[in-house]
């Protein structure tokens, strides 16, 4: 149902799952310098044990067998300044609720990745995969509202698939230290993509 992997320009998206990622790597980025400040505007908290994180691996492979999460790490693809070919850059996915013919995007990059503009690379491929091979109808992002660099990528990205910012929904992600935070949702239908892209985009593979 899903692609096995997608490739952009820069980066090669493989399934988040133990056959692919190594929880030991996954382990030493979660757990690493700079993750406290990564996840403040996130819902998760920086992983305290290597079981934590073969969790969050198994957490991604479930998803992909109930066909509910089209859930990715992201790597540098060959080429790719700044960093060796298979790094990791992040992880991200898509979110699918069938009933509602919706999609709800997700991304998390590590900081040496940020203000590369990969995760509206990222986006434009996801986008694609919910609309042109899912036959989605609309589909979702959002944030929190003082996270302002991901307010700023997000907002690049959906003006230029054809979404728009819907406003703030209020007391709707609970985090792990028992917090509840507002956040600021946005949507692109199919409609509006195909209008903005004159068409659809060409990202994935036939």
């Known amino acids: 149902m899903f692609p096995e992997r997608i490739r952009t320009e820069r980066l090669l998206l493989e399934p988040r799952t133990p056959a692919y990622v190594d929880a030991t790597r996954v382990y030493e980025i979660c757990s690493g310098d700079g993750m406290e ?3 403040r505007w996130l ?12 969790s969050f691996l198994e957490r991604g492979r479930a998803g992909w067998a109930d066909g509910e999460t089209a859930a990715y790490v ?15 850059v992040g992880f991200g996915g898509l979110d ?4 509602r013919r919706a999609g709800y995007l997700g991304v998390w990059l590590r900081e040496p990745f940020w203000g590369r503009g990969y995760s509206g690379e990222r986006a434009t491929a996801l986008v694609e995969l919910a609309f042109d ?11 929190e ?7 700023r990528a997000i907002e690049k990205y959906v003006d230029r698939l ?9 007391n709707v992600t609970a985090y792990d230290d028992g917090t509840v935070h507002d956040e600021v949702q946005y949507s692109i239908s199919r409609a509006e993509w195909l209008s903005a ?8 593979s036939p």
């Open 133 to 143: 091979r899912l036959d989605l109808g609309v589909v979702r992002v959002s944030h």
């Open 96 to 99: 699918v609720d069938w009933d």
């Open 43 to 54: 819902p998760w908290s920086p992983h305290d044990a290597p079981r934590t994180s073969e």
């Open 162 to 170: 054809g979404g728009r910012r819907d406003g703030v929904e209020r």
């Open 197 to 204: 892209t004159d068409g659809g985009t060409s990202v994935l």
């Open 74 to 88: 992201i790597r540098l693809r060959e080429g790719e300044l700044g960093g060796d070919p298979g790094e990791i």
């Open 37 to 39: 400040r990564l996840t």
């Open 145 to 151: 509202p003082r996270n302002e660099q991901s307010g």
